[in-house]
């Protein structure tokens, strides 16, 4: 009888065996199919685990025609792996999560369920946080998991991780349906379809990590220190913002707000709106040992005190504010 094997990755193999041959000689035939150990092998017919190696695929139920999905089965540390860091595997070698009980195998009581699901919370936690490598890639790969972490509330970091391994098992539900389903049926082209998506934006991922991974690095905002009508200001430089403005109180320090004109009040609109009080048009601003005059448009709820937009930059050329921002005396 002809038997369709599918593993972890799509891959699918028919495979022509008698239905009395015996479980252990079908994963050592499939060993040799797929290159996965026989004693790593999990099968998987009909939502269920195939446990007996001495039983009969006709004994198993395994009929002509039917789909077996086949996985390496190894420690917890690679279920943990998948569900908390990246979608890569061996991320997590070193970490033994073989004392973490998986939810729902026991009949213990709910309370009993939560206990152990705060002591497996505080036995991985504890693992992430002696090994500062794998924690950067937590925060990389999975930031919620980690901000849960960072925040130092157990229940917290329980509730998230449990969350996670509970959508993980939806996932490999829907999955298993989904292969179960008859391929003409709406809802699992649309499973089939969710599934390539989901596959190609993990590939795209996988790909900018491997040759573009400085996207993935934390870009430090560029600020200068300068003053301003004698005042010393901290100025974030922003070349993308189309005018260089002020927060008012900013402008109270610096005792330019008698210089507002109201006329020039209104919406600045960009991420958010922010209502702008007006303007200053001339103002003399100090760069080290340069002196240079520009104009504000003071914000009222501007949470930096001073940005450089791009109109001062072309006033004052980008040459020389590049001088400027990256004299060593002037970054912050």
Known sequence: MKITVTTHDDNLIVLDVSEDLELINFKALCEVETGIPSQETGLTHNGQLLVDDFSTMKNLGVREGDVIIIQRVTSSATAMDHSFSSPSNNMLPQFDFSRIQVPGSSNSSPGTNRQHQMQDAEYVRN???????????????????????????????????????????????????????????????????EEIRQKNIEANMEAAMEYNPEMFGTVVMLYINCKVDGYPVKAFIDSGAQTTIMSSACAERCNIMRLVDSRWAGLAKGVGVQKIIGRIHMVQVAIENDFLTTSFSVLEDQPMDMLLGLDMLKRHQVKTMHIYIFHKNSLL
């Open 127 to 193: 693992l992430f946080l002696s090994n500062p490598k794998q924690l950067a890639l937590l925060k990389q790969n999975n930031p919620r998991l980690a901000d849960a972490l960072s925040s130092n509330r157990i229940e917290e970091f329980s509730n998230v991780m449990a969350e996670q391994m509970e959508e993980r098992k939806k996932r490999e539900d829907q999955r298993i349906r989904m292969m179960k389903a008859h391929p003409f049926d709406s809802e699992a082209q649309k499973l089939i379809a």
